[in-house]
């Protein structure tokens, strides 16, 4: 596609319940970012992938949190028995690797954890 | 690790004056310094960037400059337009081999008033 994809726009979930989140990069991108953005806040960084390769999670706020990219392309950040702190905008970014660092950004999932 | 402030956090101009916001950063290795618009609701967009072997960048409105020793960098946007009215946001990097993990500034809500 002509950019980064993200599904589902917006995810109603109910406390304790798991969620999935997608994100399709631009074809050929091999880095894989997925950011937390809260509300009136700049996006925070949870994890980097370099092709199907998880090499920085540093920023998972808990173990509840997942991330995988199995064949190097899409990838789904998976949140396990979900907490209303986990309400944000989920977006997911892609580059190319190397010096042409620019991040391009899906339109992010709206999690809403009631 | 990288820690980014930004200032102001809320600025309203008046329509065909110019915007100032202003970054630092603590991390002296980072070396990658993008601005990115983000508009209701919607994707980060890379408005410019800059890297640290150059001290100013312009594109059109927009113009960015880096002051490495006070590590501190900052956007100017003249002739302000009421389409320029979105939140900014700031952000530093280490490029290296592979990602290019961006921490970002709180950002700064932008307002032009006709």
């Known amino acids: 596609g002509a950019g980064v994809s993200q599904s589902p726009r917006y995810k109603v979930a109910k406390r304790g319940q798991d969620v999935a989140l997608r994100c399709d990069p631009i074809?050929?991108?091999?880095?894989l970012f997925w950011y937390q953005q809260a509300l009136g806040q700049g996006p925070e960084f949870l994890t980097y992938?370099?092709?199907?390769?998880?090499?920085?999670k540093s920023g998972l706020p808990s173990d509840r949190f997942f991330a995988e990219r199995p064949e190097g392309s899409v990838s789904t950040l998976k949140i396990q028995r979900t907490q209303q702190e986990d309400s944000a905008v989920y977006l997911c970014?892609?580059?190319?690797?190397?010096?042409?660092?620019?991040?391009?950004f899906g339109q992010g999932t709206r999690l809403t954890v009631v | 690790g990288e820690n980014v402030e930004q200032h102001p956090s809320t600025l309203s101009v008046q329509e065909g004056d110019s915007a100032v916001i202003k970054c630092t950063y603590s991390?002296?290795?980072?070396?990658?310094f993008p601005w990115y618009k983000q508009e209701l609701g919607k994707r980060p967009q890379l408005i410019i960037d800059?890297?640290?072997?150059?001290g100013e960048k312009k594109d059109q409105r927009i113009a960015v400059t880096l002051n490495k020793t006070a590590k501190h960098f900052s956007l100017h946007i003249t002739e302000t337009q009421p389409e320029d009215s979105a939140v900014y946001f700031c952000?530093?990097?280490?490029?290296?081999?592979?990602?290019?993990?961006?921490?970002f500034g709180t950002g700064t809500q932008l307002k032009v008033e006709l």
């Open positions: 970014a892609s580059s190319l690797a190397g010096q042409r660092a620019e991040a391009f």
């Open positions: 074809s050929g991108h091999v880095s």
């Open positions: 992938f370099q092709n199907e390769a998880q090499l920085d």
């Open positions: 991390d002296s290795a980072s070396n990658y």
């Open positions: 800059i890297r640290s072997n150059v």
């Open positions: 952000a530093a990097s280490r490029i290296t081999g592979g990602g290019n993990k961006l921490t």
